[in-house]
Nanobody
Framework: VQLQASGGGLVQAGDSLRLSCAAS????????MGWLRQAPGKEREFVAS????????TYADSVKGRFTISRDKAKNTVYLQMNGLTPEDTAVYYC????????????WGQGTQVTVSS
């Protein structure tokens, strides 16, 4: 599986952005697709995930109610809709995939920068 993330940019606080992650290669049926982020000087952290073959989603507490992860099977794409952005959301966002039974994301796309100005 190869992942290609896009959609980042510079926005103001309160704005919205939608990130996309296009997947290619083998079937994603047994994968969990996730978005993680890394802010300057901080460790990479989990943002959200979705089970490709189902609808189960998981969110970090910091983004619950503001971010929504979804996937379009026909387009082999995972999205992260981000609303109510704050400067604390500024980070490089990564799309990643892991086997359903794994704790480790083993497949990574390149990051996309999200910068939120106050």
């Amino acid at each position: 599986v190869q992942l290609q993330a896009s959609g980042g940019g510079l926005v103001q606080a309160g704005d919205s952005l939608r990130l996309s992650c296009a997947a290619s290669g083998r079937t994603l049926s047994y994968y969990v697709m996730g978005w993680l982020r890394q802010a300057p000087g901080k460790e990479r952290e989990f943002v959200a995930s979705v089970l490709w073959s189902g609808s189960a989603t998981t969110y970090a507490d910091s983004v619950k109610g503001r971010f929504t992860i979804s996937r379009d099977k026909a387009k082999n794409t995972v999205y992260l809709q981000m609303n109510g952005l704050t400067p604390e959301d500024t980070a490089v966002y990564y799309c990643a995939a892991k086997w359903r039974g794994s704790d480790v994301y083993s497949i990574w796309g390149q990051g996309t920068q999200v910068t939120v100005s106050s």
